[in-house]
């Protein structure tokens, strides 16, 4: 029995045909009994069907669910069938666990714009039934993945004065990541107990702080959702002090895996922590943090481990935030390299050499009375992020 994992959920994976290689492309989670769910999704226009179907569900069950279906390998999108797979995937997986259909939600990864044969999701289903686990966590979070090079789990337990809760959160992505919301996908699992409005408002405060501070080459998916499901199955209702702790812990969770999976950036080779203090508004400093993030001069600089502060300041200055550059100092690895807007006193080799380490860290302060600070974790681009990419495909 893996103790990590929330009392009354269970996981399942198996690899299905969708894939062209013979690794896990289908997992199935669910919840022993009804789960309240909230989930938060692609605001990119081009949204693929999975995503549709899921946000009706949730509105059609009051933000209950049992389960979720997850393929990699097709993205199910922009194909001219894709509602139709979407819909015959949550009335198996309804048929399957005897549960009406909108109590199960769908997510898919991979490939946009190719047919999803859902009759390989039908076939596989009744093994996936008799394969579930609560100690099949870690192949579910294998069988998401797609670029990604190891698979992204995190976990949390939170003492109250009721009795203990479990988080146990995963994640999938590596590219095409700026998530205007989420991530590609993660799923995240409690047995405390909330109502679904309590919940959407949970996640939407931790997603904002972790899963939309991330970005590896500023592309926002068509399929990006992330849900938290809290079915209850621990008993313990959390007061106001204790909610206090479980969404402390819940954040937590989320930022784990949202670092990881810019960690995992494709062909990326180093972490980039960026923190902007002294904007106008947090609101404000995120714009700045962003811009920076978002870079490819700055991007690439990391990969270098070139000290060029003359990339860092231009790109802040892109944004419609008002500021006086000549109140700007920037250091890098805690180097100042930047004071008022200047080059400072600093020994190149010695802020090189810091800079070829896996971490780096970016700090742009803007002098003055204005208190927005934000934080924002980046990766750097190599060579290896083109052949990923243009390879993708093929």
């Given at each position: ?39 938060v999704f692609t605001q990119n226009t081009v949204r693929a069907a999975p995503v549709n179907l899921s946000e009706a569900h949730l509105a059609k069950s009051r933000g209950l669910a049992r389960a ?160 938290l499901l809290a079915n209850g199955a621990s008993g313990v209702h959390p007061k106001k002090a204790d909610r206090e702790t479980f969404e402390q812990a819940l954040k937590q969770v989320c930022e ?139």
């Open positions: 029995m893996d103790h990590r994992i929330p009392k009354g959920f269970n996981f399942a994976a198996t690899y299905a045909g969708i894939r062209k290689t013979e690794k896990m492309d289908l997992a199935l989670m669910t919840s022993e009994i009804p789960a309240a769910a909230a989930a979720i279906i997850c393929n990699a390998g097709n993205a199910n999108c922009a194909t001219r069938d894709g509602e139709k797979v979407a819909r015959k995937t949550a009335r198996a997986v309804g048929s399957l666990l005897e549960i009406p259909s909108e109590m199960a939600l769908v997510a898919s990864t991979g490939v946009i714009g190719e047919p999803l044969d859902v009759s390989k999701i039908e076939k596989a289903l009744p093994g996936l039934g008799l394969q579930l686990s609560p100690d099949n966590f870690d192949h579910v979070a294998r069988a998401i993945m797609t670029t990604d090079t190891v698979p992204k789990t995190a976990f949390a337990e939170i003492k109250t004065s009721q009795g203990t809760v479990r988080i146990a959160g995963m994640a999938k992505g590596s590219g095409m990541i700026q998530p205007n919301m989420a991530t590609m996908l993660g799923f995240v699992f409690t047995d405390a107990a909330f109502k679904p409005s309590a919940l959407r408002r949970m996640l939407r405060a931790a997603a904002d702080d972790t899963f939309n501070s991330i970005s590896v080459d500023s592309d926002t998916s068509t399929n990006d959702s992330l849900y784990d895996l949202a670092v990881a999976i810019v960690r995992d950036g494709e062909g990326a080779k180093k972490l980039v922590t960026i923190d902007v203090e002294g904007a106008p508004s947090d609101k404000d400093a995120k714009k700045i943090a962003r811009e920076i993030a978002n870079s490819p001069l700055v991007k690439t600089a990391m990969a270098g481990a070139d000290p060029n502060w003359g990339r860092i300041l231009p790109a802040a200055g892109k944004t419609d935030v008002d500021f006086n550059p000549r109140k700007v100092d920037i250091w890098l690895n805690g180097f100042q390299v930047c004071d008022r807007g200047l080059q400072a006193d600093f020994v190149e080799a010695e802020v090189q050499k810091s800079m070829e380490e896996a971490a780096c860290s970016v700090r742009f302060r803007i002098r003055g009375k204005g208190k927005g600070r934000a934080r924002f974790w980046t990766c750097d681009f190599t060579e290896a992020y083109i052949k990923i990419n243009a390879e993708y495909r093929t």
